[in-house]
Antibody, heavy 119, light 111 residues
Framework: QLHLVQSGAELRKPGASVKVSCKASEDTFTTYHVHWVRQAPGQGLEWMGIITPSSGITTYPERFRGRVTMTGDTSTSTVYMELHNLRSGDTAIYYC????????????WGQGTLVTVSS | QSALTQPASVSGSPGQSITISCTGTTSDFGSYNSVTWYQQHPGKAPKVVIYGVYSRPSGVSNRFSGSKSGTSATLGITGLQTGDEADYYCGTWDSSLTVYIFGTGTKVTVL
């Protein structure tokens, strides 16, 4: 059964960047689509984009275009999400999730990584 | 990119049935049967209870059901249990904008 393990909590100042990792327990992970979703404190889920690690192809929603970079390392079955020019509104839990069977549903999810942006 | 619309809260007594609606646009629900319902308990990652509008992943109780009509989808929960108390989000792929959209979320309270 596939498990996703994310990197630990991060504290950044406004204007800085953060890179969150998501490591899979199986090598086949990188053949799937991987999505990133965030959740601000007390708020709903927000989709940040998708990467297919085996090809490196990414799609980002307009609101994050130019500020987010998703990459993958097939040799370690790890994907990364880097968010640049952080502001206080980026304080959130960031999740990675595998798209199951290419059917637009996400399972499993990583445990989440809390990113706090504060001066 | 706008969110799908869900009621903020729904409540019911143990054993009762409830439904949660999820309203979008033609491009949200379009030709894809890609509506997914996620359950999220406090401090936990979301978990899928319904995918592909109607289907339940292995291990999810058959008390959960899904349906879709036009530009709305519905999650039904029968025989409400205290463990069902959680936030629920719908989600779907918007084929025209090529983005994934989540619903605004519904807090289910078991009275």
């Amino acid at each position: 059964q596939l498990h996703l393990v994310q990197s630990g909590a991060e504290l950044r100042k406004p204007g800085a960047s953060v890179k969150v990792s998501c490591k899979a327990s199986e090598d086949t992970f990188t053949t799937y689509h991987v999505h990133w979703v965030r959740q601000a404190p007390g708020q709903g889920l927000e989709w940040m984009g998708i990467i297919t690690p085996s090809s490196g192809i990414t799609t980002y929603p307009e609101r994050f275009r130019g500020r987010v970079t998703m990459t993958g390392d097939t040799s370690t079955s790890t994907v990364y999400m880097e968010l640049h020019n952080l502001r206080s509104g980026d304080t959130a839990i960031y999740y990675c999730a595998r798209e199951f069977n290419g059917d637009f549903w996400f399972d499993p999810w990583g445990q989440g990584t809390l990113v706090t942006v504060s001066s | 990119q706008s969110a799908l619309t869900q009621p903020a809260s729904v409540s019911g007594s143990p054993g009762q049935s409830i439904t949660i609606s999820c309203t979008g646009t033609t491009s949200d629900f379009g030709s894809y049967n890609s509506v997914t319902w996620y359950q999220q308990h406090p401090g936990k990652a979301p978990k899928v209870v319904i995918y592909g509008v109607y289907s339940r992943p292995s291990g999810v109780s058959n008390r959960f059901s899904g349906s879709k009509s036009g530009t709305s989808a519905t999650l039904g929960i029968t025989g409400l249990q205290t463990g069902d108390e959680a936030d629920y989000y719908c989600g779907t792929w918007d084929s025209s904008l090529t983005v994934y959209i989540f619903g605004t979320g519904t807090k289910v309270t078991v009275l």
